[in-house]
């Protein structure tokens, strides 16, 4: 089993709608969870950091964390074709200072 | 503000070459990481340094691979002899310190022909 899973996409979504990105973890005390969004040929870019159980809201980004389940989530409310990018889930397991990425999710939004 | 500064952007050259990439992290920012990115791997966490000192390099893939933080402005990493499988995207984050959200540099695209 993989330390972070995603699922690869592509995530179609219209635009408008919501896009809803998950993410699970293996390690059950991970203590620190980020998203980061990765446009085609640039650098990751961290668009959200969550730590503790519930809901973090900031504009229209969501990310939701339940560590009972462990996985994480980013909602993007009303997306639009320019939140199209590769998502990556990146968590930070208690008793270390290392990363650990997911491969990412590529989400397309159409007009 | 300026963000992690990485040079050069692109990198061809021939295997068995030395290649020495280079990252300047955020000022203030205490810990500096070097990541590689390929199609097959993803984002792989090479080393980590923190106040400059190497923590963790258990990524680092082979002897050929080796990094360097002289101070708390700079930091290279080195290939020696480069190979045609090291070639990928390598990028430096840095953060405030450990635990805290890194942020990445531009990136180096490396190309070992």
């Known amino acids: 089993q993989k330390e972070v899973e995603q699922n690869s996409g592509p995530l179609s979504v219209p635009e408008g709608a919501i896009a809803s990105l998950n993410c699970t973890y293996s390690d059950r005390v991970s203590q620190s969870f980020f998203w980061y969004r990765q446009y085609s040929g640039k650098s990751p870019e961290l668009i959200m950091s969550?730590?503790?159980?519930g809901d973090k809201e900031d504009g229209r980004f969501t990310a939701q964390l339940n560590k009972a389940s462990q996985y994480v989530s980013l909602l993007i409310r009303d997306s639009q074709p320019s939140d199209s990018a590769t998502y990556l889930c990146?968590?930070?397991?208690?008793?270390?200072?290392?990363?650990?990425f997911g491969t990412g999710t590529r989400l397309q939004v159409f007009p | 503000d300026a963000g992690v500064i990485q040079s050069p952007r692109h990198e061809v050259t021939e295997m068995g070459q030395e290649v020495t990439l280079r990252c300047k992290p955020i000022s203030g920012h205490n810990s500096l990481f070097w990541y590689r990115q390929t199609m097959m791997r993803g984002l792989e966490l090479l080393i980590y340094f923190n106040n400059n000192v190497p923590i963790d390099d258990s990524g680092m893939p082979e002897d050929r691979f080796s990094a360097k933080m002289p101070n708390a402005s700079f930091s290279t990493l080195k290939i020696q002899p480069s190979e045609p499988r090291d070639s990928a995207v390598y990028f430096c984050?840095?953060?405030?310190?450990?635990?805290?959200?890194?942020?990445f540099g531009d990136g180096t695209r490396l190309s070992i022909l």
């Open positions: 969550i730590y503790s159980n």
């Open positions: 984050a840095s953060s405030l310190s450990l635990n805290q959200p890194q942020h």
């Open positions: 990146a968590v930070m397991p208690r008793n270390t200072d290392k990363l650990i």
